[in-house]
C-alpha cells in the first residue's frame, strides 16, 4: 500500500439511507482488517428552527402541530440508536471491532477525528419522501471539507460490475487513488479499468507505469485513454457496468455540486480521493 489506511468511518444521520453505507464499510473494514466508527451528525438547524414560535411539522397520523425541540432531540435519539444497532450487527456480522458517537452538525472535518489514516464511507442517498420524492444527501457536499478518501455508497455489495479509476497523471496522489482501486476492485472480484488523460503517444507508456504499480496483484486488468468531458466518462460508466468509478481530485476538481450534478443518478459508488 502506498499509504496505510488505519480505520473506516461511516457518517450517519437522520435523513440518509444507511444500511448499504454500513455494509459497505464494514465490508471494508473486515477485509482492511481495521476498526469500524460510526458517528451520527445531528442537525443543529433543525433543533434551531425547533426552538421558533412559528415552527410545525406535518405527520399522516397527527397531521399539523407544533415542531418542538423535545420532538427533535427525540427523533435524534431515536435514529441514532437504530444507526448505532445497526452498525454494531453488521461489525459483529464482519467480525470487526467498532466503535460509535454522537456528534452535533453540520459537520466539518474534525467531526470524524481528524484522522489522517481514516477512509470515509457515507450514503448517496437519503430515505425517500412518500412515493417519490427524495432530497439531495447532505454527504454530497462533505466531499470538499473532507481530504481523506471518500466513498458515496449506493450500490449493493454483491451486484457485480466492474471498478473504473480516472487518474489526473503519474504522481503520488495518482498512485495511491490506484492503490485503493486496485484493493477494492480485489475484494470485490471486480476488473479494474484505469483510465488516463495521457497524450496517445503515451498510452504504452501508461500501461506500463499502471502494470508496474500493481505487479503482483491478482487482478484482472485493463488501461485505456479516455477523451476528457464529463459526457465521455458517463458513457463509458455505463459501457463497463461500472460498481464503483474512482476519481483522483485535487481542491480545483470534482466540486460537491458538479459530482452530484452529473453522477448521483448513475447507479455506481462513487469514491474521490484528493
Known amino acids: 500500500m502506498t499509504q496505510a489506511i488505519e480505520r473506516v468511518v461511516v ?3 437522520a435523513a440518509s439511507e444507511i444500511r ?58 431515536a435514529f441514532a440508536e437504530r444507526a448505532r444497532r445497526e452498525l454494531g450487527a453488521a461489525a459483529v456480522r464482519h467480525g470487526v471491532d467498532w466503535s460509535f458517537e454522537v456528534v452535533p452538525g453540520p459537520l466539518v472535518a474534525n467531526a470524524l477525528g481528524g484522522a489522517e489514516h481514516d477512509f470515509v464511507v457515507a450514503g ?14 447532505r454527504w454530497w457536499s462533505s466531499i470538499e471539507i473532507i481530504a481523506r478518501p471518500f466513498l458515496l455508497a449506493q450500490r449493493e455489495w454483491g451486484t457485480g460490475g466492474s471498478v473504473l479509476t480516472v487518474l489526473r497523471g503519474r504522481g ?10 486496485a484493493q477494492i476492485a480485489g475484494f470485490c472480484g471486480s ?4 483510465a488516463g488523460h495521457s497524450n496517445p503517444s503515451e498510452s ?14 491478482s487482478l484482472t486488468l485493463q488501461t485505456e485513454l479516455i477523451a476528457t468531458g464529463l459526457d465521455a466518462l458517463k458513457q463509458r460508466i455505463t ?9 483522483e481530485a485535487s481542491k480545483d476538481e470534482a466540486q460537491p455540486d458538479d459530482l452530484r450534478k452529473h453522477f448521483a443518478r448513475l447507479s455506481c459508488d462513487l469514491l474521490v480521493v484528493r
Do not use: M, N, Y
Not at 481495521?34 to 433543525?46: A, K, N, R, T, Y
Not at 430515505?127 to 444527501?137: E, K, Q, Y
Not at 459501457?239 to 476519481?247: G, T
Open 11 to 13: 457518517p450517519l444521520d
Open 20 to 77: 448499504t453505507a454500513i455494509d459497505t464499510a464494514a465490508r471494508l473494514a473486515a477485509r482492511w482488517q481495521i476498526p469500524l466508527h460510526g458517528v451520527f451528525v445531528e442537525d443543529e438547524e433543525l433543533v434551531c428552527l425547533a426552538g421558533l414560535p412559528f415552527a410545525c411539522q406535518v405527520t399522516l397520523a397527527t397531521g399539523r402541530e407544533p415542531l418542538t425541540k423535545d420532538h427533535v432531540e427525540d427523533h435524534f435519539r
Open 124 to 137: 448517496a442517498a437519503t430515505r425517500s419522501i412518500g412515493s417519490h420524492f427524495r432530497a439531495a444527501s
Open 172 to 181: 503520488a496522489e495518482s498512485a495511491r487513488a490506484l492503490d485503493i482501486a
Open 191 to 194: 476488473t479494474l479499468t484505469v
Open 204 to 217: 504504452d507508456d501508461f500501461a506500463a507505469w499502471v502494470s508496474g504499480l500493481l505487479k503482483g496483484r
Open 239 to 247: 459501457e463497463l457496468d461500472c460498481r464503483l468509478l474512482v476519481l
